[in-house]
């Protein structure tokens, strides 16, 4: 009889999901990916990159890396959209209700992609590396929405 490996968790699956799709990341500065998820179907995914029909930064550079702008900060600059951003307008152009769904992103959301979150109804935002915005994580916090390090006690391991 073959041994058979141990199965990943339900957060484990869904977060190398949000990995792969990261790949398609056009941004020079972090690959993004983010994956909408409701009983534990994917609804939708999203990557940061430039708009469609626009040409991509690791085309034509980055304005933010060569203004020397810090990250998390000037975003109304950068060309890409976020990665959450790209998955909500996946989910509305399609007509997929995303309601009280999770979402998986490889980065910890920021202020803009927070507050998107928040009115689109997304219950739980699983993320493996933290974003340094303190409005964004405290805004989560006042609306209810879970925020869970990846890896951290609270994974899911059924």
Not at 59 to 85: D, K, M, N
Not at 95 to 122: E, F, S
Request: aromatic share 6%.
């Amino acid at each position: 009889m073959m041994s058979r490996e141990k199965r990943p968790s339900w957060d484990s699956y869904f977060m190398q999901m949000a990995q792969v799709v990261a790949g398609r990341s056009t941004c020079l500065r972090r690959q993004v990916g983010a994956v909408i998820v409701k009983d534990k179907q994917i609804l939708s995914t999203g990557y940061n990159g430039s708009p469609s029909g626009l040409q991509h930064c690791d085309e034509i550079g980055c304005l933010r890396q060569s203004l020397g702008v810090p990250s998390g900060e000037r975003h109304e600059i950068c060309r890409a959209v976020h990665a959450e951003q790209n998955a909500l307008v996946q989910a509305a152009k399609h007509g997929v209700a995303i309601n009280g769904a999770d979402l998986y992103t490889t980065h910890q959301p920021c202020v803009l992609c927070t507050k998107l979150l928040i009115n689109a109804g997304i219950k739980r935002v699983v993320f493996a590396y933290l974003y340094p915005d303190q409005l964004a994580a405290s805004m989560a916090e006042e609306a209810g929405l879970d925020l869970v390090k990846f890896g951290e006690d609270r994974e899911d391991s059924s």
